[in-house]
């Protein structure tokens, strides 16, 4: 764990220390400037990223006794359900219900006392072991190491996860026979009561756990797990106390993953991509000709107001995000250039968000969080005179552009006489 630790923050240093590298790059002029390659996750909802899953394997017992010929001789039935949900690739949490019939097996010394002084009463015994029943169910917490340690990617089809996780063990269902043979006499001391505390009325104990999945993405739709854990919890959970605090068991599971569909018709994290210049210029161009289509429009939402009260530039963004890449800067320099040739003209910096995306209070917050970084990329980077500057923003509450969702996600430049903060749509 303090490797784990020492390498998030070794990496979080790195990444920090990089940032200011990157934001000089940019050069007042652009001499040359690359293509854009951005990716960045899709905003998520709650009802998002969930699965269902259906294990059957084995367990085996850990408690007193145990040995390992013992503990291949107690593997047992093991199956559960799970429910799960991923907030992020790195990071979930799942619950599952299990039913498992264990075993567990009496002290060696004892069964041997108690079938050489009653050898007709135990030969139905066998060899000592006894059956038990168990249902549990469990809170795990789940990490994506291969998410973790590699770049997340949609294709990939191995993925290694480890978990822990708090539960309940409900044991019950006791052999008959095993009362009966631990309340025979001890055979250290055959005057006295067996070394053992006996209960095997039903109990519920709390546990923990911990363990690996082993996951093949068989298809958009199903993984295939193979889940490995250790399961700790109370002494007397087998109907005995012996001098233990704890007992515990192991189980081997294959299983089967269903993700569920989320509200975009995905059943997996996908990644929303800006990929080339030439196509984000190309959107640029639609933008403007598809405003001027809709100020031209008779069924217009706007008021009629004059053509000239927007200026032609606009910036757009990535969905969800609310930084200024390299190929919107040029926009932004254009508007600081117009309003250096124009010293009359102040203009109000209007932020907006597709209604797709997300829900309408992050909307409001992230059109705010994009008109912001306008406001101060003209400000402090290209020297705009703050008092010709306001801000407004409206989320997704207005669409400016009604034939594609996604160019919504843009400021658009109000040329604003008083310099007020009264958005156009307004009256």
């Not at 490797?3 to 790059?25: G, H, R, V």
């Not at 010394?109 to 135990?122: A, E, G, H, I, N």
């Amino acid at each position: 764990m303090k490797q784990l630790k020492s390498f998030i923050a070794i990496m979080a240093a790195t990444a920090l220390t990089a940032l200011p590298a990157s934001a000089q790059d940019y050069g007042h002029k652009f001499p040359s400037l690359r293509n854009d390659t951005i990716e960045s996750l899709r905003h998520y909802r709650f009802l998002d990223n969930w699965y269902v899953g259906l294990h059957l394997g084995v367990n085996g017992s850990m408690s007193e006794n145990i040995r390992p010929k013992d503990w291949l001789h107690t593997q047992t039935f093991t199956g559960y359900l799970s429910l799960g949900k991923f907030f992020v690739p790195t990071f979930g949490l799942r619950l599952t219900a299990g039913f498992y019939r264990q075993e567990s097996k009496v002290e060696p010394d004892m069964y041997d006392y108690v079938k050489s002084r009653w050898p007709d009463q135990f030969n139905h015994f066998g060899k000592g072991y006894y059956k038990f029943k168990n249902f549990n169910g469990w809170a795990d917490a789940m990490i994506n190491l291969s998410n973790t340690f590699y770049r997340y990617r949609e294709d990939r089809r191995w993925n290694v996860l480890g978990f822990v996780g708090i539960g309940y063990n409900n044991t019950y269902g006791y052999d008959t026979s095993v009362t009966d043979f631990w309340a025979a006499p001890n055979p250290d001391d055959p005057g006295s009561p067996s070394r053992y505390v006996i209960d095997t009325k039903a109990r519920w104990y709390l546990a923990v756990r911990a363990g690996f999945i082993v996951s093949y993405m068989l298809n958009d739709q199903l993984d295939i797990d193979l889940d490995m854990h250790i399961d700790a919890t109370d002494d007397g959970y087998n109907g005995v106390r012996y001098d233990d605090l704890y007992d515990g068991y192991t189980v081997f599971a294959l299983g089967m993953k269903y993700h569920l569909p989320d509200h975009y018709g995905d059943r997996r994290f996908r990644y929303a991509r800006v990929t080339d210049l030439p196509d984000v210029e190309l959107a640029n161009r639609r933008i403007n000709d598809a405003r001027r289509e809709l100020d031209d429009a008779s069924d217009s939402r706007k008021p009629d107001v004059e053509a000239e009260q927007y200026l032609e530039m606009t910036v757009s963004f990535v969905v969800d995000r609310y930084n200024i890449t390299e190929v919107q800067r040029p926009n932004v320099e254009a508007v600081a250039n117009y309003m250096e040739a124009h010293p009359d003209i102040n203009v109000t910096i209007c932020g907006f968000a597709d209604v797709e995306t997300a829900y309408p209070a992050h909307n409001m917050k992230l059109s705010k969080r994009r008109a912001t970084a306008v406001y101060r990329m003209l400000t402090k980077q290209f020297g705009v005179d703050p008092r010709r500057l306001s801000i407004d923003y409206r989320g997704d509450i207005v669409q400016p552009y009604r034939l594609q969702n996604e160019w919504n996600r843009v400021v658009v430049f109000k040329i604003n006489p008083n310099n007020d903060y009264k958005f156009l749509e307004e009256k």
